[in-house]
C-alpha cells in the first residue's frame, strides 16, 4: 500500500494529519507494507521570505479578523495539536516562504531522508521559530539529521537546483483537484483531505487493504477455449471441430 501526502511545512493541520496518519498505521497490522510519501504543496507561494508580520498578524489580514481574534483561532488549533502530542509556539513562528524548503526536502529524499527531514522541518517551525527560507538554518536542521552541510548548502544556493520536482509535486497536485492540504491520496485511487480523527485513518487503511486483496491482480477476459493451454505440464490437444 502506498500513501502520498500533499503537505506545506507551515501548514498546522499538515503536521497533526501527519501525527494522526502515524498513530493510526501503529495500529495497523500490516503497517510494514505501507510506504508513505511526502509532495510538495504551498500554501501561499507569494510569501516573502523576510515576512516582517507575526503569525497572528498575518492570520488576521488573511481571514480580516482583528489580531486577538486569530490569537484565539491559533489557540484552538494549538488545542488539537496538543491531542496528537504536538506542542505549537504560535508566538514565536516566523511566516516565510517554503519554497527552499521544499527543494531540501527533495534533495534529502535522494539520500532517503525524505521523511526524516519533513519531520525536522516541521518541528523546527512550529515548535521551535525556526525561519525555513534562511540557509544557514535549514543547513542546520539537515545536518541534524544526517545530510552533509556542504552538499545541503550548494544545493540551497543554486535556485534552480531541484526546482522542477517542487513545481511537479504541485502540478500534479492541481491536476488531481487538491485545493487545500493536507492531502493523502491511497494507491492512487483513494482520497483523505484534511488532518481527520485518527479513526478515519484506521477505518480507511483497513478498508483499502481489504478490497485490494481481495480484488485479483488480473482480470481474465479469456473466452471459452479451455484447450488451448499448457497446464502443470500438460497441453491439450484440441478435438477436431467441424
Known sequence: M???????FVCPFCYIGKRRLEQALEQFPHQDEVEVEFHSFELDPTTAKDQEKTIHESLATKYG??????KKMNEGVAEQAKSVGLNFHFDTMVPTNTFDAHRL??????KAKDKEITERL???????GKRLSDYEVL???AVEVGLDRNEVLQVLQNETAYADEVRYDENTAQQIGVRGVPFFVVNQKYAISG????????????K??????????????SGDADDAACV???CAVPNDKE
Open 2 to 8: 502506498k500513501i502520498e501526502v500533499w503537505s506545506d
Open 65 to 70: 479578523v482583528s489580531v486577538d481574534e486569530a
Open 105 to 110: 526536502a527533495h534533495f534529502a529524499k535522494t
Open 122 to 128: 516541521l518541528h523546527g517551525y512550529f515548535s521551535e
Open 139 to 141: 543547513a542546520d536542521l
Open 195 to 206: 488532518a481527520q480523527p485518527m479513526e478515519t485513518f484506521v477505518g480507511a487503511l483497513e
Open 208 to 221: 483499502v487493504w481489504q478490497e485490494e486483496k481481495s480484488t485479483p491482480i488480473l482480470q481474465d477476459l
Open 232 to 234: 502443470d505440464g500438460n
